[in-house]
């Protein structure tokens, strides 16, 4: 099982950015950030395949970024036009020869 830890998280005001990194111990595959708000189910937010393509939640697209770099086995989420309702914890997952992996999970918060 691959261990993911995911960093970059924090307190942001409203329209402001963050960006989220994810370092895998392994080689990376199909790789996606998901996130949970308070008293939410967890949802998709960005994933990238092994080829790079990549699927956005409608509400991200247009200022969420998801990106990979396979050499640092790490992928990233840019954060752009933060919103109150981003605020959430958000996940890493990785799916590696059938296996999920997901990390511990990083706050972000978005201030009014």
């Known amino acids: 099982q691959v261990q993911l830890v995911e960093s970059g998280g924090g307190l942001v005001q409203n329209g402001g950015s963050l960006r989220l990194s994810c370092a895998a111990s392994?080689?990376?595959?199909?790789m996606a950030w998901y996130r949970q708000a308070p008293g939410k189910e967890r949802e998709l937010v960005a994933a990238i395949t092994s080829g790079g393509s990549t699927n956005y939640a409608d509400s991200v697209k247009g200022r969420f970024t998801i990106s990979r770099d396979n050499a640092r086995n790490t992928v990233y989420l840019q954060m752009n036009s933060l919103k109150p309702e981003d605020t959430a914890v958000y996940y890493c997952?990785?799916?590696?020869?059938?296996?999920?992996?997901w990390g511990q999970g990083t706050q972000v918060t978005v201030s009014s």
């Open positions: 997952q990785s799916i590696r020869r059938g296996i999920t992996s």
């Open positions: 392994g080689d990376i595959n199909r």
